[in-house]
C-alpha cells in the first residue's frame, strides 16, 4: 500500500483536514463516508454502540488506513463512529479519485486486492477470537500482533476491543 500512498501523493489527491482533537469525531453514525483515511499521526477508533455500550471495532495509528468500511463499499450512510483517541493528523482520498488511481494500473489493482484480502483474514480471526478464545487469549494474541496498540491506545478502549472490562485487562497485564 506505500506504492499507492505515494502515488496518490504524487498525483496530489491526498486532502489534508484539519487535525482532530482528542475525542473529536472524524465521521458519526448515520453520515454517508466514502473516504479512505491515512493516520499521519495520532490515533483513531471505529466503533459502534448499542443501548448499553461502545463498541470499539477497529483501530488506527501511525501510518494506517482507517475507513467506515461499510459506508465506503455501499455508499449508504454507516452504523459507525470513527473518533480520535488523542490529538490525530490524517489525509484523506474520496473512493471515486483512488478508484480511479487504481484501475489505472493493473499494479495497484493487484495492491489494492491484496490489502482488502488482508483485512477480510484480520476480520475473520477477530470474529474467531471473539467467540472462541478466553479473554486471555484474546489478550495475548492481540499483545503479539499489534504491540505498539498498548502505546497508542487508551486502555479503556482495548478492553473494548477484547470485550472485556478495563479491569480484567488491567489484572492480566500485571500477571
Not at 482532530?20 to 490515533?43: A, H, I, M, P, Q
Not at 494474541?141 to 486502555?155: D, G, M, T, Y
Request: aromatic share 14%.
Amino acid at each position: 500500500m506505500d506504492e499507492i500512498y505515494n502515488k496518490i501523493e504524487a498525483e496530489g489527491l491526498w486532502e489534508d483536514l484539519p487535525t482532530l482533537s482528542r475525542n473529536e469525531f472524524l465521521k458519526v453514525k448515520g453520515s454517508k463516508d466514502t473516504s479512505l483515511y491515512f493516520v499521519v499521526e495520532g490515533c483513531l477508533r471505529i466503533f459502534v454502540e448499542d443501548e448499553f455500550e461502545e463498541k470499539t471495532i477497529r483501530f488506527g495509528y501511525f501510518h494506517n488506513y482507517i475507513a467506515a468500511l461499510d459506508s465506503f463499499i455501499s455508499e449508504q450512510p454507516s452504523e459507525y463512529y470513527i473518533q480520535a483517541l488523542k490529538k490525530t493528523t490524517v489525509r484523506k482520498i474520496g473512493k471515486k479519485n483512488l478508484m480511479k488511481l487504481i484501475y489505472s494500473d493493473e499494479k495497484y489493482v493487484h495492491f489494492w486486492i491484496e490489502a482488502l484480502e488482508q483485512l477480510v483474514f484480520q476480520q475473520l480471526e477477530r470474529e474467531k477470537d471473539i467467540l472462541t478464545s478466553s479473554p486471555r487469549e484474546r489478550y495475548l494474541r492481540v499483545l503479539k500482533r499489534s504491540p505498539i496498540l498498548f502505546q497508542e491506545v487508551p486502555h479503556k478502549y482495548i478492553a473494548s476491543y477484547l470485550r472485556m472490562t478495563p479491569e480484567t485487562l488491567s489484572r492480566m497485564k500485571k500477571s
